[in-house]
């Protein structure tokens, strides 16, 4: 087991690589000066007054900004390795410092998200099974179909319409506090429902198909003990490799998400770096990210030992 | 065994009754329910600054009956000593004035830090700040100044002329990344400690605007102890000055907190009153959504903010527990600079033609619901030396636009669109996707009615940037807001076509290029008006630029606060200001 957790944490390195390295040429294939942004009149505030050409170029200099590209690539990466991802171009805050105070926010929406996607999928997905072909399963199909159909920010602005300007149960924007979090968690976690409301549906079928569930049945076991312990436990691991996936389109799916409900968190902090290209941010917050993804997914993968014992790894 | 009430799937003989179905969802909710909590619990569920109701003060003026009519005019009665005010605001990135090139962050500056120099109320006398007395050399290269004694920095050191030319010395050090000040220094060359209480500013060459510039607030002197201990990258997370307000805390993305200082006691010549400033506290709360925070000043959240949306004004002002307040900013109006060196508007005509063409009255009052002046020329009307001649120059003529376009040999086409040796009178118009676009459009359908076909690409700012710098424009956007006209050379100057690019007119005009470069180095304030009003009428002879509308700033406050008075961009003097109980 240890043996295959340290092999797939060193296949991680490459990958990480490869990440920030493609992180790296698009930021600069796309058009825009971060120096210039930075004098310029951005956001209705105006800037530089009359700075001369020189100190325009050393603030170029200053920034990196003037040496050759594989050259800002190596002393970005000797200076990650070190803990050191840089500082804003907008704030000099060091980046992760800005991280540390982004991220909380990006996972607690996430895994409320998550954790709101799980409940529900698995309601609708096991009553759907269980009322195969009846107007249950439409309806739970249904749902789901609009999970997986809608915009995410259509969603949100439909509950915001709702349950903050309508009812008034919710404030429509913040970070702070619980009743800030339940209309975002909501909005991902429906979307990502749809998705797992299909797989718990079509692998609880299939699961209830199999002998031990006869043979349970045939014991006299209660119908609920058959489904739950018995049916439900084999129909996790194709849903918690779903979940596990889930979880890199629900960290996308904030960015969206954190814009529309005016959150914190690496969503808008993302956006408005790229806004004004401020590439230290953008680079770090895509590297976290992507260790994050990682590492969730190389947390599903142990769990399927658990989930099932037949599983094991060298 | 349970009596198998379901039977419709024959291929599942037990069926599931209902309340082990129940049963079953209840037990699956109430786990989903739990795990949902934990991980909120376990998160950071953000810490919302406590809201700091004004104690001492009375309350927001949402509690009040609203009985009793109220007037910011004079006869106020007599300032209240104590109270917090709340202040709706946007978050700035940096708190080091030295650095920052965010107007909302200079405004902020204004109060925890004091000038050399201050701006008298009417925008054209210099008063005394930290400097008591000052003179310019005759050759315009150095400027001595006396600095007043006894003054302290809020970390307990004093105020000298090592601070001074500590302050200055290090806007010059390109490790700072200094973004405005350093343009402000203009051409600096060093600070000469004479003693503790007198420092001379040397340049290599006449500066005029430098007195103007001081009274800038990113020329504020900082401490050098504070600047030394936190680093360039640590002072604007800890600004340590002489202001009659302190840094206190700053929770990012959240709120930041400034409180009195209670040492302060040296005011500057444009204060209206002695000794520490009345207020406790400014709390200041970042709401980015202007929605939510109009929402705010409603709802007694916020006593003052910045921003209330124009649609709003007229509602505001006519309700008594509020006042509006809208004060204009000098420096250059918002403008449209037109590329003379791309055609079609490389035709001095056909850019004579585009502005005489734009009903700029209706689209300002549009875009602003009248709460903004329409521009006329390149300078904004509150900024010295402005020259009122400007507005009577490009009244809005269509005809004698389409006179001007037939001049110049674009006749109307069948399809409407002017054409001249078979080709189109096509206009590219970029710019940024914001209210820049609204007016975008509204300016393109009064072109269109003149014949023209403009390609309008709304962008984000970025990309903006590179498109102007590439020179792929005809019409494009700036705005630089300035105490002093010398913002008339960072826009028209041919040294700014490159480089940085704020001369998006493209072409190089020696001719302008020498009357800028006269009007900064003439040291005679009379002569420097005329030059400045030479200047002006120059740009919008050779139609330059399309003036837009002049920037305001939009402050909206509880009836219950006094003492507002305006700093030279718009912001407000705290120092003043108090809460009425």
Aim: include cysteine; charged fraction near 15%.
């Amino acid at each position: 087991m240890w043996r295959y957790i340290e092999r797939r944490v060193l296949v991680t390195i490459p990958v990480l690589i490869g990440v920030s390295l493609l992180a790296f040429s698009i930021i600069h294939l796309i058009p825009g000066d971060p120096a210039r942004v930075l004098l310029g009149d951005m956001g209705g505030g105006s800037a530089a007054g009359d700075m001369s050409q020189q100190a325009y170029l050393n603030l170029r200099h200053q920034l990196g900004l003037d040496k050759p590209l594989v050259v800002q690539y190596a002393d970005y990466v000797v200076n990650a390795v070190q803990g050191n991802l840089g500082h804003s171009y907008q704030t000099n805050r060091s980046v992760s410092s800005l991280i540390l105070t982004a991220a909380p926010y990006t996972i607690e929406l996430t895994v409320a998200g998550l954790g709101f996607a799980i409940l529900l999928g698995f309601v609708l997905g096991v009553i759907a099974s269980l009322y195969r072909n009846t107007w249950v399963d439409s309806l739970a199909m249904l749902f789901s179909l609009i999970g997986l159909a809608m915009p995410s920010f259509w969603l949100g602005f439909i509950l915001i319409e709702i349950f903050a300007f309508g009812l008034g149960w919710f404030p429509a924007t913040g970070s702070n506090g619980i009743k800030t979090l339940i209309l975002p968690a909501a909005t991902l976690g429906f979307i990502a429902a749809g998705t797992v409301t299909r797989l718990v549906r079509s692998t609880m079928l299939e699961v209830l198909q199999q002998e031990y569930v006869v043979t349970a049945r045939s014991k006299g076991l209660r119908e609920r003990t058959v489904v739950v312990r018995h049916a439900l436990r084999n129909a996790l691991i194709p849903v918690v490799t779903i979940v596990g996936l889930q979880f890199g389109s629900l960290l996308a799916g904030a960015v969206i998400i954190e814009t529309v409900f005016a959150r914190q968190g690496l969503g808008r902090l993302i956006v408005d770096a790229v806004l004004s290209r401020d590439y230290p941010v953008i680079q770090g917050t895509i590297f976290v990210a992507a260790v994050i993804y990682v590492f969730v997914n190389l947390f599903v993968d142990l769990s399927y030992a658990w989930l099932d014992p037949r599983i094991k790894y060298e | 065994m349970d009596t198998g009430e379901f039977r419709s799937d024959p291929a599942r003989p037990g069926g599931v009754s209902r309340r082990a179905l129940v049963r079953g969802a209840a037990g699956v909710v109430l786990a989903g329910v739990a795990s949902s909590l934990l991980s909120a619990c376990g998160g950071t569920t953000g810490q919302g600054a406590p809201t700091a109701a004004a104690s001492g003060g009375g309350t927001p003026a949402s509690g009040s009956t609203g009985s009793g009519g109220t007037s910011t005019t004079a006869g106020q009665g007599n300032p209240v000593s104590g109270g917090t005010i709340v202040l709706g605001y946007d978050e700035p990135p940096t708190m080091d004035p030295r650095v920052s090139g965010a107007t909302i962050a200079w405004r902020l500056f204004y109060n925890l830090f004091d000038q050399l120099v201050v701006l008298g109320a009417n925008g054209g006398d210099f008063l005394p700040g930290l400097a008591t007395k000052w003179e310019a050399a005759p050759d315009g290269k150095s400027y001595q100044f006396t600095l007043r004694t006894g003054v302290k920095f809020h970390d307990g050191t004093d105020f000298n002329a090592d601070a001074v030319k500590y302050t200055f010395d290090s806007i010059m050090d390109p490790a700072l990344k200094s973004l405005t000040a350093i343009g402000y220094l203009g051409p600096y060359q060093s600070t000469d400690v004479v003693d503790p209480s007198t420092a001379r500013v040397n340049f290599t060459a006449a500066y005029a605007p430098f007195l103007a510039n001081l009274s800038h607030s990113v020329l504020s002197p900082v401490s050098p102890t504070a600047a030394k201990k936190y680093g360039v990258n640590g002072f604007g997370q800890n600004p340590v000055g002489t202001g009659p307000f302190m840094f206190k805390e700053w929770q990012q993305k959240i709120s930041m907190t400034l409180v009195k200082n209670p040492d302060y006691n040296w005011p500057t010549g444009v204060y209206q009153h002695k000794g520490p400033a009345y207020l406790d506290q400014i709390t200041l709360k970042f709401i980015v959504d202007p929605t939510v925070r109009m929402g705010s000043l409603t709802s007694g959240e916020a006593t003052i903010i910045d921003g209330v949306l124009p649609q709003d004004v007229k509602q505001l002002k006519t309700d008594a527990r509020y006042q509006v307040m809208l004060p204009s900013v000098p420096g250059s109006p918002q403008v449209l600079p037109m590329n003379a060196a791309k055609p079609p508007t490389d035709d001095l005509k056909v850019r004579q033609a585009i502005i005489y063409a734009i009903d700029m009255n209706t689209v300002v009052n549009t875009l602003w619901f009248g709460s903004r002046k329409t521009a006329k020329g390149p300078l904004s009307s509150p900024t010295w030396s402005y020259d009122p001649k400007v507005e009577t120059m490009y009244p809005y003529d269509a005809n004698k636009a389409a006179q001007l376009l037939d001049e110049a040999g674009w006749k109307k086409g069948s399809s409407g669109v002017r054409e001249k040796n078979g080709q189109q009178l096509e206009i590219v118009y970029i710019t940024t996707n914001d209210i820049q676009g609204k007016a975008g459009e509204l300016v393109q359908s009064y072109l269109t009615d003149a014949g023209m076909k403009v390609n309008l690409q709304e962008l984000e700012y970025a990309a903006t940037a590179a498109d102007y710098l590439a020179g792929k424009h005809n019409i494009a956007r700036i705005y630089f807001s300035h105490v002093d006209p010398v913002v008339l050379t960072t826009l028209y100057h041919s040294r700014n076509i490159q480089g940085t690019n704020f001369n998006r007119t493209m072409l190089p005009r020696p001719d302008l290029d020498k009357m800028l470069d006269d009007a900064t180095a003439e040291m005679d304030r009379t002569k420097r008006q005329q030059d400045y009003v030479a200047i002006q009428e120059y740009i919008m002879n050779n139609a330059e630029v399309i003036p837009l509308w002049e920037e305001t700033v939009f402050w909206g406050a509880s009836a219950k606060v006094k003492g507002i008075h305006f700093q030279p961009l718009g912001g407000i003097w705290f120092y003043d200001v108090w809460l009425q109980p």
